[in-house]
Every structure is written in C-alpha cells, then in structure tokens.
C-alpha cells in the first residue's frame, strides 16, 4: 500500500530532553491512521515535528517530497492541513468569519461545509466563542476542510466533549477519511476501533507497536500492555 507519510528516526529535543527518539512510522495514503500513547509519550511532538513547529531530525517525507528543512507554512501550503488540540478558533468571531479567514471566497456556503456541518450553516452568525466545545471542534475541521489537504493531522478531537459529540466528530472523521488520509492522535480506543485503520502507538518518544487497529484495541492484554487502559474501562463510543 502506499504512503502518504513516511518519517524515519525523527529525533526533537528540547534543551537537554530528547521527546522523539528515533521515530519511524508510514502513514498509509488512505483511511485513518491513529496515533496512540500513554499521556507525555510525544504524540503531539511528532504531529509538531511532520508541520515543522517542533526542532526536528530525520526525514519526513510528504508524498515522497522530504519536507524535513522546509519551513511551516510552505508545508502546510504543500498539503498538509492540522487541527491542533486546543483548536484555536477565534472566539471574538462568528462561525462565517472565523471560516473566511481560510475561504474567503465562501466561508460557510463552501459544499464541504454545508455537506458535513449543517449545523454550522445554521450558526453562522454566531460568536465562536459562544459555541459548544463540539462545535468549536467543527469549525476548527471545517476551516481546515476548506483548503484541499494531501493529509490531515488531527490533534485529539474528542477530548472533554459529551458522548453524543464525540460520536458526531468521529462520524465526520470517517467521512473525511473517505477522500484525505489523516493522521489523528485519540485517547477514546473504542472510537479508534470505529474509524481507524491503522495505528502506531509511541512509548518514551519511540514507536514500540504498528498495526491493525482493530487487532490492536480488542487485545485487552496488548493495550494494557502498551496503554494502561483497554477498551471495557473506556465504555463505548
Ligand atoms: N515546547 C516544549 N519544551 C519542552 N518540553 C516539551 C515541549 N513540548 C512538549 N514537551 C515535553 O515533551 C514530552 C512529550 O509531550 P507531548 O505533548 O508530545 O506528549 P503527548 O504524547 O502528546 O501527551 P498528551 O497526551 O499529554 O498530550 C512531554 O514530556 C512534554 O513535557
């Protein structure tokens, strides 16, 4: 199968402290591809390290181009969207603007838009800052949906929200992954066992698991093992 993202011994250090030790892992050019790891591992380093946010080593390759020197926004303008965890929409701004900001041209008439965030059509006049955790998270996957992406990093997109909420994001997520792979870094294993393919799962800034991620989340004794969690302490998605 081929690869959208092939990193090999990425290292970042900050100061004396080696995050990333050698990270080797392909991201497949369909589905998605969850990133997984106890608390502090280096999961958002790594997400950090493919933009260029992070002080990296190694070799990123973007479509087999390595991006490794290349600054920021020449890697974000060569194809790679990302939706960051804390999701940094702009409160003070209503959902149309907060949407022109990166379509200017449409905003909330984008097809995109109006195909998977009908209810973000419907609020497009309200301040960001006044929605719900899930729908902040839709408008900070719409604005990112609204450029065309050869991958999508996607930086713990359900975290603190309401079941019925996370359920929605991951039904967006699967539909996107339709068309765009993403790279998606998830706590919530039986989401993960729901719309990803593949995963990777890092220890101490190194990867120590690929594969299957069905295989991977219905081994209790694997993802004990690797996560300190497994799926019957979760609850369903
Ligand atoms: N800018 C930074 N400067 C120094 N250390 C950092 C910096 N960013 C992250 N770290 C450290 O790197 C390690 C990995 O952090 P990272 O955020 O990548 O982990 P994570 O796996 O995403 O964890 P979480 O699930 O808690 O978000 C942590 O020990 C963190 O304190």
Do not use: C, W
Request: proline share 4%; aromatic share 2%.
């Amino acid at each position: 199968m081929s690869s959208v993202l092939v990193l090999d011994d990425v290292h970042v250090r900050y100061g004396g402290s080696h995050v990333l030790q050698g990270v080797s892992f392909e991201v497949p050019a369909t589905g998605v591809t969850a990133l997984l790891g106890r608390n502090g591992v280096g999961k958002t380093t790594t997400l950090k390290a493919v933009l260029g946010l992070a002080p990296r080593t190694g070799s990123v390759l973007l479509r087999e181009r390595d991006i490794v020197r290349e600054p920021t926004h020449r890697i974000v303008a060569g194809g790679i969207g990302y939706v960051p965890e804390d999701r940094e929409v702009f409160g003070g701004l209503t959902v149309e603007e907060n949407l022109r900001l990166v379509g200017p041209a449409e905003g909330a008439d984008a097809a995109i838009v109006r195909e998977l965030f009908p209810d973000l059509v419907q609020r497009r006049t309200q301040r960001a800052g006044t929605l719900s955790g899930g729908q902040q998270q839709m408008v900070a996957l719409a604005r990112v949906l609204l450029r065309e992406n050869d991958l999508l990093l996607v930086d713990e997109p359900t975290k603190g929200l309401a079941p019925k909420l996370v359920t929605e994001v991951a039904d967006v997520l699967a539909r996107v992954a339709e068309s765009t792979p993403v790279l998606l870094v998830e706590q919530n294993l039986p989401l993960v066992r729901r719309i990803a393919d593949t995963v990777v799962v890092l220890d101490a800034g190194r990867v120590v698991h690929r594969g299957d991620a069905r295989e991977l989340v219905e081994d209790q004794a694997l993802t004990q093992e690797l996560l300190g969690v497994s799926m019957r302490r979760e609850g369903a998605a």
